[in-house]
């Protein structure tokens, strides 16, 4: 039925610039009001509310989805066998946008597959999200920048390092950060420390072993590389790893692994050998995951903020559809930082 009382554009249906005008606000503003952003003032916000109720106006998700051209979601692509370090960057990233209409679509892929590629320009062609979150390591691959580019869909790299520039990635401080956990360790008279390398390939365990490195070469100490272990990031490769350094005769006084599940292994071969921790052994790792707080002693460790980045991620992959800006997040930021936590199994303090 027609709305006689629509003065304003004669059009049966009210639209978003019939609001915008009766409001006396930009159609910017009210698209900020439908997407729940907090950027704007209490006065504003009451005046678009008016106007919508006064207009009976209702946003059409599938008009704007068509005019986007795009959905309202952001998908996220991950290959990382750590299924908490997953849920803990989802986590992050549905904390920012949980007063938005978006919608968060996760999908796992493997990254060893020929048709990597192929299955993810598949799933970004017909998801047609926003813009897309890539995970470590993934998030390594230029193949897969250049096929957001290509596809003209917004991307974050998400990694230990910053692996692009500022308005499209987030990045954590693992060297600087392991670098003050191993010059803790040395300052308290450790010198033979054994440190567990993660997979190789990627550069999460290439920055934690330079942290580690960088450490003794400020300390004047030298580095005996005897004691480097190789590890995958699995428990099985901590415990293998832990045992051949615990076997030797000049066996380390402290190691640190390069991952929680690594150090956990080290905890249990330092058991298999009867050595008590941190009496015997001071073991630290890196995460922070729930594994640290679960197993015994307590594990010293690295927090690594993924909630924290998924978070900042999201906000900065998004933020122009929610209104450009935020009070609650520098968009600039890119390293987000790490910082220790000390438990049971290594006093550093």
């Known amino acids: 039925m027609p709305r006689g009382d629509d003065k304003l554009s004669g059009q049966t249906t009210p639209t978003i610039n019939d609001v915008a005008a009766l409001a006396g606000v930009s159609k910017k503003t009210v698209s900020r009001f439908i997407n729940k952003s907090s950027l704007m003032s209490d006065a504003t916000r009451d005046k678009v509310s008016r106007a919508i109720k006064q207009l009976g106006y209702v946003p059409n998700p ?23 370090t ?14 938005s209409e978006l919608a968060l679509a996760v999908r796992p892929v493997d990254r060893t ?10 799933f970004l062609s017909m998801q ?17 920048v250049d096929l957001c580019k290509r596809l003209d869909i917004a991307y974050m790299r998400i990694g230990s390092t910053a692996l692009d520039d500022p308005a499209h990635c987030v990045a954590s401080n693992d060297r600087a950060v392991v670098h003050e956990l191993t010059t803790a360790l040395l300052a308290k008279g450790h010198r033979d420390i054994g440190f567990v390398r993660g997979p190789e390939g990627f550069r999460s365990p290439v920055e934690r072993e330079a942290g580690f490195r960088d450490a003794f070469a400020d300390s004047g100490v030298t580095l005996d590389e005897s004691l480097i272990g190789q590890g995958n990031y699995r428990f099985d490769s901590g415990l293998e790893a832990g045992r051949a350094l615990l076997g030797r005769k000049n066996r380390p006084s402290a190691i640190f692994a390069s991952n929680d599940e690594m150090a956990s292994g080290v905890l249990h071969a330092a058991y298999s050998f009867g050595l008590s921790v941190p009496d015997d052994l001071e073991v630290v790792g890196f995460d922070d995951t729930a594994t640290a707080s ?8 690295v927090h690594w903020p993924i909630e924290e980045m998924g978070r900042l991620a999201a906000m900065k992959l998004v933020s122009e559809f929610l209104g450009g800006t935020t009070d609650e997040f520098d968009l600039d930021q890119v390293v987000v930082d790490s910082y220790i936590v000390e438990r049971a199994s290594a006093r550093l303090t």
């Open 294 to 301: 679960h197993v015994w002693p307590t594990l010293t460790t």
């Open 113 to 122: 597959s020929p048709e990597l590629l192929v299955e993810i320009e598949a």
């Open 86 to 99: 997953v849920l803990n960057f989802q986590k992050g990233v549905l904390a920012a946008i949980k007063d």
């Open 128 to 144: 047609r999200p926003l813009g897309v979150l890539i995970l470590p390591p993934i998030s390594e691959r230029d193949d897969i």
């Open 62 to 84: 599938q008009a704007r989805a068509l005019a986007l051209r795009r959905n309202f979601m952001i998908a996220m692509l991950h290959d990382n066998p750590n299924g908490q």
